[in-house]
C-alpha cells in the first residue's frame, strides 16, 4: 500500500527443474531478464537483467508507485536466455497494489450531524468561565499522519470566538494505529441559548490528502447569573439538576456542588428540599459574600419507599448588607453548618427544648 514499496524477489540459478535456473541441472552462469507487466505502468523491476552463478541466488526489488486510491495487478516475468526447457526457462507469478494516503478518524467527539460531521457539545457555561474538551483523532492507515487542527476564522465583522485552543494551528504526526489529542476551550463572552448557540469550527487535515479534511462543529450554551450553580456532578446529562440514581430505603447518597456568589452584593441563601422530602442540604442556610464561594452537599436518604422525578428544589436569595466598620472585612463567615459547643446546665437545656417545641407550634 505504501508508495514506493519494494519486496526483494529472489532467483536461484544453477540446476534442478525447480524453475530457478536455465537449464536441467548444468553448471553454466544463467543470464534472466526480469520484468513487471500490466495495464497501468506503476510498477518496475530493478535490475531488469543480471547474471546468476550456478546453485547461487540473486534479488530483484519491485517498486510499487500507484497513481491511484485502488487495487493495482500485474504479472512479475523473470525469463531465462538460451533456455530450451519449458519448465525451467520461465518463472512468472502475479503482483497485487493498492493505493492509499495518510488519513485519520475523529474519534472523540463521538456525536454526528446529519451530514456526519463530528460534532463537540459543551454543557451551560457560566459567561466568564471556561471549559475545556479534547479532540481525539486516530490513525487506522499504513501511513504516518502529518495532521493539522486549526480553529476556522469567524466571518467578517463577527463577534470574537467563544473557542480557542492552546495554539491557534496544532500541527503533528500519528503513526499508524496511533491516537492523538488536543484540548479545545469554550469561553464564552455573552450569553447564547439553545436557539441561538455559540457556534464555532475545527478543521482537521492531513498533509499529502487533498481528500482528507474533516469539519468539527463547536456548539455550547452560555448564561449570566448574580448567584450560579457551578461543579455539577453531571453537568452533560443534567446541566441543571441532580441525579440520584437507586438509593435503598435506610440508606442515603450525596452529590456536591458549588453554590458562587457572582454579584458585587452580599447575599443570604436559603435551600427549600422538594415537597415531597427526601432531600436536604448541607448548609441549609447561610451568608454568601459578594465574589465567595460556598460548598453545598445534597443528601438523598428516605424511610419508606420514594421517588422523584424532576422534583423542584428552590434556593431563596436575599441582599443583605454589613454594618459599616474597620473590622467588616475580617467578620466571620456563617452558614448553619457551623457550630459552636457551650455546656448548658439541665434547667437550660429543659428551657431550650420549651423554646423549639414552641416555635414548632407557632
Known amino acids: 500500500k505504501p508508495h514506493g514499496y519494494n519486496p526483494a524477489a529472489a ?6 527443474k525447480a524453475g530457478k535456473g536455465g537449464g536441467k541441472g548444468g553448471s553454466k552462469a544463467a543470464a534472466a531478464e526480469a520484468e513487471a507487466s500490466g ?3 506503476c510498477f518496475d523491476v530493478e535490475p531488469k537483467q543480471l547474471v546468476i552463478p550456478p546453485h547461487e541466488h540473486r534479488y530483484v526489488t519491485i517498486f510499487f508507485s500507484p497513481t491511484a486510491m485502488q487495487a493495482f495487478k500485474a504479472v512479475f516475468n523473470a525469463t531465462v536466455e538460451e533456455g530450451t526447457d519449458k519448465a525451467t526457462n520461465r518463472l512468472a507469478f502475479e503482483l497485487f497494489g493498492e493505493g492509499t494516503l495518510p488519513h485519520v ?3 472523540d467527539p463521538v456525536a454526528r450531524d446529519d451530514g456526519g460531521n463530528p460534532v463537540m457539545t459543551f454543557p451551560k457555561t457560566l459567561v466568564g468561565k471556561k471549559l475545556t474538551k479534547r479532540l481525539s483523532v486516530r490513525n487506522d492507515g499504513v501511513l ?3 495532521v493539522r487542527v486549526a480553529l476556522a476564522a469567524p466571518a467578517p465583522g463577527a463577534p470574537p470566538p467563544a473557542f480557542r485552543m492552546e495554539l491557534p ?3 503533528f504526526v500519528v503513526v499508524p494505529g ?11 463572552r455573552a450569553p447564547a441559548g439553545v436557539d441561538a448557540p455559540c457556534a464555532g469550527e475545527v478543521l482537521v487535515s492531513v498533509n499529502g ?3 482528507e479534511t474533516a469539519a468539527v462543529k463547536l456548539r ?3 448564561y449570566e447569573a448574580e448567584v450560579a450553580l457551578e461543579d455539577l456532578p453531571d453537568p452533560e446529562g443534567y446541566p441543571d439538576g441532580l441525579q440520584f440514581g437507586d438509593v435503598a430505603v435506610g440508606a442515603s447518597r450525596e452529590l456536591s456542588f458549588t453554590l458562587s456568589n457572582i454579584s458585587k452584593d452580599h447575599r443570604r441563601f436559603e435551600w427549600k428540599g422538594p415537597e415531597a422530602g427526601g432531600v436536604t442540604f448541607s448548609p441549609a442556610a447561610g451568608h454568601l459574600r459578594a465574589g465567595q464561594s460556598k460548598r453545598i452537599t445534597a443528601t438523598f436518604a428516605a424511610t419508606e419507599p420514594l421517588s422523584l422525578d424532576a422534583a423542584a428544589a428552590g434556593c431563596v436569595l436575599y441582599r443583605i448588607a454589613y454594618p459599616e466598620g474597620p473590622g467588616i472585612a475580617a467578620a466571620p463567615d456563617w452558614d448553619s453548618s457551623m457550630t459552636a459547643v457551650r455546656f448548658i446546665s439541665a434547667e437550660e437545656h429543659e428551657a431550650a427544648v420549651a423554646a423549639v417545641e414552641a416555635n414548632r407550634a407557632a
Open 11 to 16: 532467483v536461484s540459478g544453477g540446476g534442478g
Open 39 to 41: 495495464p497501468v505502468d
Open 105 to 107: 478518524t475523529v474519534v
Open 144 to 146: 504516518p499522519a502529518d
Open 169 to 171: 494551528v496544532a500541527a
Open 178 to 188: 496511533g491516537t492523538s489529542s488536543v484540548e479545545v476551550t469554550f469561553c464564552p
Open 209 to 211: 490528502n487533498a481528500f
Open 220 to 222: 455550547g450554551e452560555a
